[in-house]
């Protein structure tokens, strides 16, 4: 058995200092770090709302987060925050999602990220069939430039 050899000797002053530290640490933790305030699944718009603590709301169809794709409006809508509000949690689907990485827009992990963005590829639309087209009328997509430059 190991034990650490403590720097500091137990005292109610240094117990002090270091509580007061770690309020310190919370507080600039609170005031860059994105907290949720209230969660909650609104079925008539189909999206999940997040409420921030510094005001701002965010919101995302459960159709993009992993895990939520199929669950159903019951499901959804059994979401919690934990009192840090650094995350949301489905009991029922064994599901969490950090608030950071949501308002980053990570909704989940690099492989189901990839799969979203080659899905978001294939879709066609007006806008981009006359795109296309106004490409092919002048010769298709433009060639890239590759000219390499040897003499640096």
Do not use: C
């Amino acid at each position: 058995m190991t034990f650490r050899n403590w720097d500091k000797e137990l005292t109610e002053e240094n117990l002090q200092e270091q509580i007061a530290q770690a309020k310190q640490a919370w507080k600039e933790s609170e005031a860059i770090e994105h907290r949720a305030e209230s969660v909650h699944y609104n079925e008539s718009d189909n999206l999940i709302i997040i409420k921030l603590k510094n005001g701002a709301i965010f919101s995302f169809p459960p159709r993009l987060a992993q895990g939520l794709e199929g669950a159903s409006p019951k499901q959804l809508a059994d979401v919690w925050l934990p009192p840090s509000g650094s995350s949301i949690h489905w009991e029922s689907l064994d599901i969490d999602f950090g608030i950071p990485e949501l308002v980053a827009g990570i909704f989940g992990t690099k492989s189901w990220m990839a799969e979203l963005g080659r899905k978001g590829g294939e879709v066609t639309s007006s806008a981009k069939t006359t795109a296309a087209r106004k490409n092919g009328k002048k010769g298709g997509r433009p060639k890239k430039n590759a000219t390499i430059n040897l003499e640096n």
